[in-house]
């Protein structure tokens, strides 16, 4: 799998390449989807339908309310080769002739969307109104004024309104590493480090990939993320941005790009560091070496999530070290419940798969850190702003 993008990464399926959960804003021309389509384990348990495809992510989507008991009733999008391209991946499903026509069928239960950024909480607003839930692909607001209105209205209607931080819930190294921390395995959580490297590919890009005001900036979008994993592992209710940055480094063709990010977090169960960047060198073999290191009190977990760089072959790499030596964890075989999770929480009335609290609270201290950052110059002098 030499040089593949991370658009042929995504292609490959989430079983064969690991760590697909971090991709983000891919370009527009998706070639052929994987021949086998995930089935329900059990029969369908709701209808579902789909607005909005302009990201590769909505695919994971898809599939894992498929696997959670969904059925893929309807779909619409404006783009044509996006169009065909989701049509031959779910050939069961109708083309519907507008978003209406699906936010007004009483049949479906459930509406996901992988919009462009800045679309996706008006339209997750439209859906709760029309009394449906909601899942968003990451960033699922890009504005803290969008994160008020939205609030307001989940608040009104008693919607889900849920995001889909792929990167924990369908990678399954991330899973297990979940797994691990609560079962004590390393003490108590102190803090988390979350690294999300990528590639560019500029000649892929669609224009609103290069514009902040589209897809909210780079903490708002890739560390939304980290911000999501800190919050989870820590076991936060409650936190703030200490320290926070971004830059154009070395994209002057686009200035309003933003291609590198950092940020440093506190929280009521411990503390984060999260740095993403649009850096990935053509020589990797996947898109990023995207990794998540955990420390407790007892221990410390890395995940290696798409490679283990001149080491194993794949993804999900999960080591953890204690007092009694250094473990090796092969993750690529766990159980990813997120969607089964959310189809029991439409049909059920809970929060199992994500409470709604934490699903604003990672985006609200995103949100907050790409406010907040000083502005680095480019590479080779200056000052920040």
Request: glycine share 10%; aromatic share 8%; net charge neutral.
């Amino acid at each position: 799998m030499a040089n593949l993008t991370r658009r042929e990464l995504v292609t490959a399926g989430a079983g064969a390449v690991a760590g697909i959960a971090a991709a983000t804003a891919l370009p527009v021309n998706l070639p052929a989807m994987p021949r086998t389509i995930p089935r329900a384990r059990n029969a369908a348990r709701l209808r579902f339908g789909v607005v909005g495809i302009n990201h590769a992510h909505i695919y994971g989507q898809v599939d894992a309310t498929i696997r959670g008991g969904g059925e893929l009733v309807s779909w619409f999008a404006t783009e044509p080769d996006l169009r065909a391209t989701f049509a031959r991946r779910y050939p069961q499903a109708k083309l519907a002739g507008d978003e209406r026509e699906i936010l007004e069928d009483p049949t479906i239960q459930l509406v996901l969307s992988a919009i462009i950024p800045d679309q996706r909480a008006p339209l997750g607003i439209r859906v709760m109104r029309h009394g449906k839930d909601y899942m968003a692909d990451k960033p699922g607001i890009i504005t803290l004024e969008q994160l008020a209105l939205v609030r307001r209205v989940q608040a009104e209607t008693k919607r889900i309104y849920s995001i889909m931080y792929s990167e924990r819930f369908e990678n399954p190294g991330t899973v297990k590493a979940g797994e691990l921390v609560k079962a004590g395995a390393i003490g108590n959580v102190v803090q988390t480090i979350g690294l999300g490297p990528h590639r560019v590919n500029p000649p892929t890009r669609p224009e609103w990939f290069w514009e902040p005001a589209r897809y909210g900036g780079i903490i708002c979008d890739i560390g939304s993320h980290q911000v999501d994993q800190f919050l989870f592992f820590t076991g936060s209710t409650r936190g703030e941005v200490v320290a926070a940055q971004v830059g154009n480094l070395h994209h002057p063709e686009h200035p309003d790009f933003q291609d590198f990010g950092d940020v440093m977090l506190r929280g009521d169960g411990g503390t984060g560091y999260i740095r993403v960047d649009w850096f990935t060198p053509a020589g990797l073999t996947t898109w990023g070496d995207t990794r998540l290191t955990i420390l407790g009190t007892d221990g410390y977990i890395e995940v290696r999530k798409n490679i283990d760089i001149a080491g194993r072959e794949g993804g999900n790499h999960l080591f953890l070290v204690d007092a009694k030596g250094v473990r090796y964890i092969d993750s690529k075989d766990v159980d990813l419940p997120y969607g089964r999770q959310l189809v029991d929480d439409v049909l059920n009335r809970t929060e199992t798969a994500m409470p709604q609290p934490h699903c604003f609270l990672a985006t609200e201290l995103a949100l907050l850190a790409q406010q907040q950052a000083a502005r680095l110059p480019p590479a080779g002098g200056g000052k920040p702003a």
